[in-house]
């Protein structure tokens, strides 16, 4: 079923993800080639020449507290002051909206990051305020989009960047770029480029072609940043070097705790902390925001799977007044435990639905919602991640449409896990892999870890880690070749002695000065 692997095989596996070969930062293209770019460059410039008021409205997601933080901090560093804005989830909703519209008046130019391209109304507010309008978003275009003074966005025609798929933030550090040929004003942006790939990272960009280079000169960046909310993060943690594992796993989650649970301003405000005591005072806010995520995660996790119809192509829950902020990891939890695409909304005391849905598989699951789009009151997305919002009355005609419209599709139910490379044997596993797979570093989503699997494991030795026994630990032999082995979150029952197959990935264990190899378990058949 899957191919036995050898180091040789296992390289041309991994080097046929970047058709492009590695990039370097000599490779990313110029900032004039997003449309537009020019054209708000030199509008930015003469705001500034003439003492206009700039306000920058973000999002709420990691992306675009990032976006926010950088055009911040680049105002910042050449004396220039800006107003920002990024609206509450909770009291404004995403993005530019009619909603914080009185928030921004008096502003001469607005300047938007990570969102915007979906604001057809708020930007004739814009416009009615005699606010000018700049659009930053890397987000697909809709069949309509807004009246703007400059609109920079990848995907839309006429357009000739050559990458698609990068995130908000990205688009704002080429904007910083431009300004700065425009002012020739000297700016590090290596020091940007920490931000950036903490966003990218997060939005689940795929790590290939300028995203790789990107992550990779940020990471590096980070270790060495003098940023006190990094220092105070690495403090925290006891790291010295950041990895995306790091970001992906612990910075993100932080970073968008404070948008899902009260207020995204706490983030931008940890970010651009100017000294390392109020940065570990603010950190420690996110993190008792992020421990209350955890908690609202799991107590919704277990309501919407009581309420689930796994008979369903799509699992749709509803609840009345559930969390908005966790709805869409919530989303993501269910479609990962169902292994289907599922939506999960909240009903408010108007009766109105609002939420998250997330794909499964090779779902568009943006697709298939947005053959409803007409009967929505909002959506928007992309295909494997939505938001949306609809009237109760209409739910009952909007399950049925989007069941039918899955099955229309014929997708095929994936058995096997797609991310499984190939077949290894213990005796394949040593430190040459390892170098092997540092090679293709940084992975995350588009460069998946490389996961093996291996048959007629022998357990020879199994016991229970962690505070609450929540992890095992394990001898596993193969070949008369013995190897340890870590299996997080499982408190499955298994024999000593016991034959099994195992899916795993691999990496250093670094205890006491000593590196030793270790197998983390995925799933053991």
């Not at 296992?10 to 490779?27: C, N, P, V």
């Not at 989830?89 to 938007?112: C, E, H, M, V, W």
């Not at 995130?167 to 910083?176: D, F, H, P, R, S």
């Not at 419209?405 to 797609?418: F, V």
Request: with cysteine; charged share 20%.
């Amino acid at each position: 079923m899957y191919p036995t692997l050898t180091l040789n095989a296992l390289e041309q596996l991994l080097e046929a993800r970047f058709k492009e070969g590695f990039l370097s930062l000599r490779d990313l293209p110029l900032p004039y080639t997003f449309k537009d770019m020019q054209k708000a460059t030199q509008r930015i410039v003469h705001a500034i020449q003439n003492k206009e008021k700039i306000t920058i409205i973000g999002d709420y997601d990691v992306d675009g507290v990032t976006s926010t933080t950088l055009l911040k901090l680049f105002f910042k560093e050449i004396e220039y002051p800006v107003n920002w804005i990024i609206p509450n989830r909770f009291k404004d909703g995403y993005g530019l909206s009619a909603n914080i519209i009185p928030q921004i008046r008096g502003t001469n130019l607005a300047i938007t990051v990570d969102n915007g391209i979906s604001a057809v109304y708020a930007a004739k507010l814009c416009k009615e305020e005699g606010i000018e309008l700049i659009i930053t978003d890397h987000h697909l275009i809709p069949p309509e989009i807004p009246e703007a003074y400059a609109i920079i966005n990848q995907k839309q025609e006429g357009c000739s960047f050559p990458y698609s798929d990068i995130c908000g933030a990205q688009i704002v550090w080429y904007l910083i770029a431009s300004l700065k040929n425009a002012l020739n004003i000297k700016v590090n942006m290596v020091s940007y480029m920490e931000l950036v790939s903490i966003a990218i990272i997060a939005d689940m960009m795929p790590l290939q072609h300028i995203n790789r280079v990107m992550v990779q000169a940020g990471i590096k960046a980070l270790s060495q940043s003098t940023k006190p909310a990094i220092r105070a993060f690495l403090e925290y943690h006891q790291k010295e070097v950041l990895t995306s594992e790091d970001i992906a796993f612990f910075f993100a989650p932080l970073l968008n705790s404070a948008g899902r649970m009260e207020d995204a301003s706490y983030a931008v405000n940890f970010l651009t902390s100017s000294n390392i005591y109020d940065a570990r005072v603010r950190l420690e806010k996110l993190v008792a925001f992020n421990s209350l995520r955890k908690t609202t995660e799991q107590v919704l996790t277990h309501q919407v799977l009581l309420q689930a119809d796994t008979k369903d192509d799509i699992i749709i829950a509803v609840g009345k007044e559930w969390h908005e902020g966790v709805v869409g990891i919530v989303a993501a939890r269910i479609a990962q435990i169902c292994q289907k695409p599922s939506i999960v909304l909240s009903e408010n005391s108007q009766g109105i639905l609002k939420g998250s849905g997330r794909s499964f598989g090779e779902c568009d699951l943006f697709g298939i919602v947005n053959s409803c789009r007409e009967h929505l009151d909002k959506f928007g997305g992309h295909q494997a991640a939505i938001g949306l919002t609809l009237q109760k009355e209409k739910l009952e005609w909007f399950k049925s449409q989007i069941q039918k419209k899955y099955r229309e599709k014929c997708y095929i139910q994936e058995i096997s896990d797609p991310q499984i490379i190939g077949e290894l044997s213990f005796s394949q596993i040593n430190f040459e892999l390892i170098t092997l797979i540092k090679k293709y570093e940084p992975y995350g989503f588009g460069n998946p870890m490389p996961k093996f699997i291996t048959n007629d494991v022998e357990i020879l030795q199994m016991e229970s880690m962690g505070k609450e026994g929540e992890h095992l630990r394990f001898f596993l032999k193969q070949e008369n070749i013995v190897m340890q082995a870590v299996w997080f979150k499982s408190k499955s029952f298994l024999e000593i002695g016991q034959k099994v197959q195992i899916v795993y990935t691999v990496n250093e264990n670094h205890f006491r000065g000593k590196i030793a190899l270790q197998l983390m378990i995925d799933k053991i058949i």
